[in-house]
């Protein structure tokens, strides 16, 4: 299903609400250099199928966003996509989703990701991904959102990015509890236990 969509806001709810568990993911419209990834990528999108768990991301095709909106359909779970009309060719819009809706902009992609989602996480990627993450996770530090962030650090991919918010902490310009709140997962099972536990807290 493709449809046109208004802006929501961070904190406006969803209009999936009756679906089980949904991650906004954030990933890379490349495949990467590492063909590690898209394998990495491929498991935890069919273990999310198959636990019953979807999806929201940027409704693209190639890379590893492809990738993770594939396996999920593939294991029977749900996929929502959001991309800005600029990018549906640049990215391929994926045509076989659950529901794709196009944006005017990518100000309005985040704000409607950001509502679809139950918790947020990264899986590698570029500078798009890193800032989209930061993003969502500046957004529950100042409130606009209560849901749970985290990392997909497969293959130890987020160790040197973690590295540098361990230096942020020790520096004084981040609070060792912001640095504690952030779920770090390394393999699917891990991922779906720890968001379950962290949406299910926030939640409470």
């Known amino acids: 299903m493709i ?3 208004s802006p929501q806001t961070p904190g406006e709810p969803s209009a ?3 679906d089980p568990l949904t991650l906004t993911v954030f990933t890379g419209a490349s495949a ?5 990834r898209q394998q990495q ?12 768990l979807g999806i929201a991301y940027g409704g693209g095709s190639r890379g590893l966003m492809g990738t993770i909106a594939d396996s999920v359909l593939d294991a029977g779970g749900h996929v929502y996509g959001v991309i800005p009309e600029g990018l549906v060719e640049k990215e391929q819009a994926h045509e076989g989703l659950t529901q794709l809706e196009i944006v005017p902009d990518m100000h309005q992609r985040k704000a409607r990701m950001a ?3 139950d918790a947020f996480l990264a899986l590698p990627g570029g500078m798009g991904t890193a800032e989209e993450f930061f993003e969502i ?3 529950q530090y100042l409130g606009l959102h209560s849901k749970p962030v985290g990392l997909y650090n497969v293959g130890g991919f987020w160790d040197p990015m973690l590295a540098m918010v361990d230096h942020m902490v020790e520096e004084g310009f981040m609070a060792p509890w912001r640095r504690e709140s952030l779920v770090v997962a390394e393999s699917p099972a891990d991922v779906i236990a720890q ?10």
Request: aromatic letters at 6%.
């Open 32 to 36: 990467g250099s590492n063909p590690d």
């Open 137 to 139: 996770w500046t957004w």
């Open 3 to 5: 449809s046109m969509t």
């Open 195 to 204: 968001m379950r536990r962290a949406v299910g807290a926030s939640q409470a």
């Open 41 to 52: 990528v491929r498991q935890l999108g069919t273990e999310l199928g198959r636990e019953g």
């Open 16 to 18: 999936k609400t009756a």
């Open 115 to 117: 509502a679809l989602g």
